[in-house]
């Protein structure tokens, strides 16, 4: 099997153009001098949640200029599949290029040596059969071509285990064989130049791969005078973390909410405006940069091929333009000049992830009018973009996304992290207890109302109460108008029992009709829940009650607030004070039985469930007693079909033995001719029994079924 490279596209570069036809502008000159290449700083950073960031260069490039910047392997498989650049002067980006690796064992397999990344010993002597060769062991000195390596265990005479000898055996230049086992005080030395070359190139690669490196993208930008040059891709970066300081006092409390940032980019971010973006759009990883080999078959050579001379139809003659216009739809413009990889793979990966994921921050290169930077819309900007590079590309805008945009630049450097300000306001906030039977311990909570128009995205929390450490927790997303519960210490005045739990099922209406029995029931639940306060202030106390689906509060106390998954009630609770919170939950429920599919065990249980009530029971009786009817018939039918069972099984051994008989035994067989008549005699008096009992089952499943379609009840239970 053989492999080659294959071509990976996902590269869009946007880039401006004049009105001058792409396929007609000048190349520059083989002997033309190469103008010293620039680095384009860093200018806006904004990171989203997802683990990725939008980076965006921005500078002056002069005539032709090369640009470069440099990533890591594992950016640049990001960098391939986002990079934009947009040269906003009227350059054109002619190139995109970088240091490509091939793959270490690729590599390996280009060298003489058949080795591959982890080689052992026997491997190297074996890579290197038929090398001359110099060998030292102790007073033996041999010079000749290495024939092989071999292993063999030697047992030991104690019970230790088994050692282990290599031997190689060499081929002197007279042609004498010797084999010498190799020890930590043999050498081996090659006298061959180009192995021992081959050897270094093979560890020069090994050592290579311990140091990744850095890879360097440079941007070709022709054109003239000094021109402005945006450049934006997509990095995979640590994901930002926010912590928030709550500082409490009476019935408000002041946030203040930062965010722990890390550049591990390896580039400095020297006075970048930086976003944070709390939202994950969808991203993934594409080994890129790194050369893909596809798998050939390989076809061995025929052994014997005879070729003979062969005539071949003619063709209906040339396909001209208009045949093929007239063939496959009209012909398209050559492909503009500058535009790097395919135009369907630009539309999908470049202007759509660019102005998708630029939405988030307010930047927008995929359409509409363009935002550099996230500056004031340029239309100059916006018409460089569309110039560039003619696309169709369309963006979406991601209204649950919600960021934090630092108004002042920052500077992080490279592997340096920061504690950035992302916001502080004021809340709505009360101190409560807060008390769930899943955690029935008491927390400290505050419950706040977010009155501001921002949103807290997730992250970590500490209460810093009347300038006293309070307690820490963790928060989900507030978002504006919002009202959350966040705990952050155990509250040990306050203790919360129940007392009186108890279920109750209570059937409250029972109907009947065409058949069908239906009892409409009630699950009723109560409990009281005992609070007392021990502490010497009040206490405002949140029980949490697990909210079930189908059930309702049926009682007195009603929640305050009720999410998803429980319900919330407040009590007011006065130091040295017990209080008792009494709920009922109410959840109605509708049973419908078939009655003709009802048993005896049944009909008792759902009298049972009615407390025996007497109408119920006046209706069943008549259909009980029919069943029981029906049941006696259906018992003395079955009677009488393993009689009949029983008379044939004597009906077949008597003719049995009336055909094993001799024919000279007239007593005998005559006596079993009158068994067996009186048999057939018994059979079908049995037979004529059994029609009248079949015909008696009928009537009575025929009573019963007209019997439980003619009921009618509808009858409210008391204490409903």
Known sequence: MHTIPCFTASLFLVMTTTAQPAA????????????????????????????????????????????????????????????????????????????????????????????????????????????????????????????????????????????ERRLITVVSDSGEIRTLELTPATSVRLLDSSLHTDVSRYLELLSSTRSEGLRHLTLEDNGSGTRELHVSYISEVPIWKSTYRILFSKQNATVQGWSVVDNTTGADWNNVRLSLVAGAPQSFIQPLSIPYYSRRPEIPLPEEAQLTPQTHESGEGPVNAAKMETLNGPLGPPPAAGLVGYAGMANGTGAGMAGAIGAGAGRNYGGGALKVGGGVADRTAAQAALDSVRVNATTAAFDDYFAYNLSEPITIRRNESALVPILQTKFDAEQVTLWSEQRPTPLRALWITNTSNLTLDRGSFTILENGSFGGEGLLEPIHPAEKRLLSYAVDQGVRVTTDNAHNNHRVQRISISKGVLEQQSVDLSEVDYVIHNAAADSRTVVVERPARSGWRIDSSAKPMETTGTANRFRVEVKPNESVRLHIGERHPGILRYQITNLND????????????????????????????????????????????????????????????????????????????????????????????????????????????????????????
């Open 24 to 163: 007609k502008r000048p190349l520059p000159k083989p002997q033309q001098a190469k103008v010293a290449t620039s680095q384009l700083p860093v200018t806006q950073v904004t990171l989203y949640k997802s683990g990725v960031g939008l980076f965006e260069h921005a500078g002056q490039v002069t005539g032709d200029q090369p640009v470069t910047i440099d990533f890591t392997t594992a950016q640049l498989n990001d960098v391939l599949q986002s990079l934009t650049a947009v040269d906003l002067n009227g350059g054109r980006i002619v190139r995109a290029g970088y240091n490509s690796t091939t793959p270490l064992d690729q590599q390996l397999k280009a060298l003489p040596l058949a080795l591959g990344e982890q080689p052992t010993t026997a491997d190297f002597y074996t890579a290197i059969r038929g090398a001359r060769v110099e060998v030292h062991s102790g007073t033996i000195s041999l010079t000749g071509r290495l024939l092989n390596i071999e292993s063999t265990n030697i047992v030991a005479e104690n019970s230790s285990p088994a050692r």
């Open 601 to 720: 065990n049944q009909f008792t249980m759902l009298l049972s469930q009615t407390g025996n009530d007497d109408t119920l029971r006046q209706v069943l009786e008549p259909v009980l007693a029919a069943r029981r009817r029906m049941a006696d018939v259906q018992a003395q039918v079955e009677a009488m079909n393993s009689r009949i069972t029983s008379l044939r099984t004597d009906e077949d051994r008597q003719r049995a033995n009336l055909t094993a008989l001799n024919s000279s035994d007239h007593v005998a067989r005559e006596r079993f001719v009158r068994d067996l008549n009186a048999t057939e005699d018994q059979i079908a008096a049995a037979e004529k029994e059994l029609a009248g009992g079949h015909a008696s089952l009928t009537t009575a499943k025929t009573d019963l079924a007209n019997m439980i379609e003619a009921l009618q009840l509808s009858k409210e239970l008391a204490g409903s």
